[in-house]
């Protein structure tokens, strides 16, 4: 094994607050091309199914959700919208 493979997130999901757009942007990315799935969160719809959109050219999986995470009242719905999806689990990794 070489040490990229040590860094895979195979079977993990990953949440990104900010993936509409720039950093959070490349960081969903970066996560999807190391095997990860996405819920992808940030205000705008358009922006995060764009880059869904890329996140499912990689073989990955992406769960929009938009949300204000600035709007603490919102944050709840979120959160249970994430953990309510059938994400994949891993019984163990190699």
């Known amino acids: ?3 990229i493979d040590s860094f895979r ?3 993990r999901v990953a949440v990104v607050t900010g993936a509409g757009k720039g950093i ?11 095997g990860a799935d ?4 940030a205000r705008t719809r ?5 880059v869904a959109e890329e996140i499912r050219t990689l073989g990955r999986r992406a ?6 995470v600035a709007d603490v ?12 999806n059938p994400w994949p689990t891993t ?3 190699s």
């Open 91 to 93: 019984t163990s990794r």
């Open 73 to 84: 009242t919102a944050v709840p719905a979120t959160v249970q919208k994430v953990a309510g």
């Open 46 to 50: 358009s922006d995060l199914e764009r």
């Open 63 to 68: 769960l929009v959700v938009p949300c204000d």
């Open 38 to 41: 996405l819920a992808l969160v």
């Open 9 to 11: 997130l195979d079977d």
């Open 24 to 34: 959070g942007e490349g960081i969903a990315v970066g996560l999807a091309e190391a």
């Open 1 to 3: 094994m070489n040490i």
